[in-house]
Every structure is written in structure tokens, then in C-alpha cells.
């Protein structure tokens, strides 16, 4: 037993059916030869059955008359910083906080040290 509506069962059937035209058009179509007033004809009955089919969805409800009306778009800004700083040694002190935060993510080790000294040292 179907769980549809009748008002859904129609549009479905619309739908099936607008489909169905369509293919049988586009199979007409693509017999005759690009460029023909029989091709031309084709092209305009099938832009104008979607024309028509669309025009049954609006009329019915299921999409809005207006689409441009019905989408909207939103931008969401958010703050990365949690103060802002008045003056220069504020910025500067809030900077080093946060290098001092980071240092221990770099994950240096007596060995990397050594090795850097080592380094420093023979190409000094």
C-alpha cells in the first residue's frame, strides 16, 4: 500500500510523465540533422514543455515563484583574537605570549641542540 498522498501521487505522475515526453522528444530530435527547421522545431517544443512543466511545480507549490527571493545568504564572521590591544607594547605583548604558547609544539630535543651548536660553531 502506497504511503503517498494524492496530492503527491498527481505529482508524481506530472513528473513521470514530463519526463517521459521529454525523451520521446529528444529521441525525435536526434534523427533529424543538426541544423534543420525540424531540429530547430524540436528544440523549441522541448525548452517550451519545460517551461510548462516548471510552471505546473510553481503553480502547484512545490517550488517557490521566486527563487531568488527564497535563497539567502549569510556570512558569519568570527574573531579570532580575544582582545584587542590599545597600544604597541599591548601588540607586542600579546605576540610574545602567544610564541610562548607555540615554543612547545616545536618539540626540541638535547640532541637537536647539539647538533645545531655543532653546526653554528663550523660554519661560523
Same mark, same amino acid.
Given at each position: ?47 517550451? %514543455?519545460?517551461?510548462? /512543466?516548471?510552471?505546473? *511545480?510553481? +503553480?502547484? $507549490? ?29 601588540? %607586542?605583548?600579546?605576540? /610574545?605570549?602567544?610564541? *610562548?604558547? +607555540?615554543? $612547545? ?20
Amino acid at each position: 500500500m502506497s504511503t503517498l498522498s494524492t496530492h503527491e501521487k498527481l505529482i508524481r505522475k506530472l513528473t513521470r510523465d514530463h519526463n517521459a515526453t521529454i525523451k520521446r522528444l529528444e529521441a525525435a530530435r536526434n534523427v533529424c540533422s543538426i541544423g534543420t527547421n525540424s531540429y530547430r522545431q524540436y528544440e523549441q517544443t522541448i525548452a517550451e %514543455e519545460r517551461r510548462k /512543466h516548471t510552471a505546473q *511545480l510553481v +503553480e502547484f $507549490g512545490i517550488i517557490p515563484q521566486d527563487l531568488q527571493k527564497a535563497t539567502k545568504t549569510e556570512y558569519h564572521y568570527v574573531a579570532h583574537c580575544h582582545t584587542i590591544p590599545a597600544n604597541r607594547a599591548e601588540a %607586542e605583548a600579546l605576540v /610574545h605570549a602567544g610564541m *610562548l604558547k +607555540e615554543i $612547545g609544539k616545536l618539540h626540541y630535543t638535547d640532541a637537536d641542540e647539539a647538533i645545531r651548536k655543532e653546526l653554528e660553531e663550523k660554519y661560523k
